[in-house]
């Protein structure tokens, strides 16, 4: 069964960084791009950034870019959300989500979801 | 960086139509058929429930489908159930360099 789990989240004071984990299974990790989105307290979706299969090619919201790094590890299926300067801004649950195929920018919508881990940024 | 815009809310009686709007310009939903639709009841994760703006994936009811015209797209659930009553978002693929994916703001259904 096609699963992906999140990790990492934390309650974190603002400036401080974080790292967020989403461990994959039940499908050939190394051959989708991933992506991360996340969803502040009662908002809608906001998507985060995306990564390329072979973790060469990333590409980020404005909101993020210059703070965050998404990264892989397709040897242990991990995908990752390194995240600094955090602001209150960054409140959220954060999701990975895979697309439907191998497109990058995720075309065809997002079909696998994780139940997503929780970052409040708050002194 | 702006999101597609969709109406806060839209509610409806069981056995009903609704259709919910999702508002873009010609650098996203107009210029391209890259439109999904997910479907998220409170506390869960989003389900993906239209994509290529029309197209159901397997195990999605057919009494939700997926139209566009110009820069607006459209989700219609017709022979509404207790079950639909979620928050709803659009996405569309934009070729503007700064929000390549972008999502709708939402809208929440009630069925009264």
């Known amino acids: 069964q096609v699963h992906l789990v999140e990790s990492g989240g934390h309650v974190i004071q603002p400036g401080r960084s974080l790292r967020l984990s989403c461990g994959a299974s039940?499908?050939?990790?190394?051959?989708?791009?991933m992506h991360w989105v996340r969803q502040a307290p009662g908002k809608g979706l906001e998507w985060v950034a995306v990564?390329?299969?072979?973790?060469?090619?990333?590409y980020y919201a404005d909101s993020v870019r210059g703070r965050f790094t998404i990264s892989r590890d397709n040897s242990n299926n991990t995908l990752y959300l390194q995240m600094q300067i955090l602001g209150p801004e960054d409140t959220g649950r954060y999701h990975c989500?895979?697309?439907?195929?191998?497109?990058?920018?995720?075309?065809?919508?997002?079909?696998?979801w994780g139940q997503g881990t929780t970052v409040t940024a708050s002194s | 960086q702006s999101a597609l815009t969709q109406p806060a809310s839209v509610s409806g009686s069981p056995g009903q139509s609704i259709t919910i709007s999702c508002t873009g310009t010609n650098t996203d939903i107009g210029g391209y058929h890259y439109i999904s639709w997910y479907q998220q009841h409170p506390g869960k994760v989003p389900k993906l429930i239209i994509s290529e703006v029309s197209d159901r994936p397997s195990g999605v009811s057919d009494r939700f489908s997926g139209s566009k015209s110009d820069n607006t797209a459209s989700l219609t659930i017709s022979g509404l159930q207790a079950d639909d009553e979620a928050d709803y978002y659009c996405?569309?693929?934009?070729?503007?360099?700064?929000?390549?994916?972008?999502f709708g703001t939402g809208t929440k259904v009630t069925v009264l």
């Open positions: 990564i390329s299969a072979d973790g060469k090619t990333k």
């Open positions: 989500a895979r697309p439907t195929r191998n497109d990058f920018w995720g075309r065809y919508g997002l079909d696998v």
């Open positions: 039940g499908f050939t990790f190394s051959r989708f791009p």
């Open positions: 996405s569309s693929y934009s070729s503007t360099s700064t929000l390549p994916f972008v």
